[in-house]
């Protein structure tokens, strides 16, 4: 199966969940949207592994240390607006 086929269904799901959050009524609720979340992190993660299996294991390291610096930064940036 293409890459394709599974990475953008992964993608829109992971967006539904975490915009679900906000309507979130119950500690049930929350929890079963951070299991969902989690999920589309973890297949997301190995995308990037698999689709960065045609660089070279320096290019790899530098692609995979950008993308969770960025994840980290856009994670503070809401964290920020939160507490402002």
């Given at each position: 199966m ?6 953008g269904p ?68 809401i ?6």
């Amino acid at each position: 199966m293409p890459a394709r086929f599974i990475f953008g269904p992964c993608v829109v799901a992971f967006g539904l969940s975490a915009a679900l959050v906000a309507v979130c009524g119950g500690c049930s609720g929350l929890m079963t949207l951070r299991f969902l979340l989690r999920c589309g992190e973890g297949i997301l993660t190995m995308g990037i592994l698999y689709l960065g299996q045609w660089y070279r294991l320096q290019e790899l390291a530098l692609r995979y240390g950008q993308y969770r610096k960025n994840c980290q930064q856009f994670a503070r940036l809401i964290i920020a607006g939160i507490m402002y």
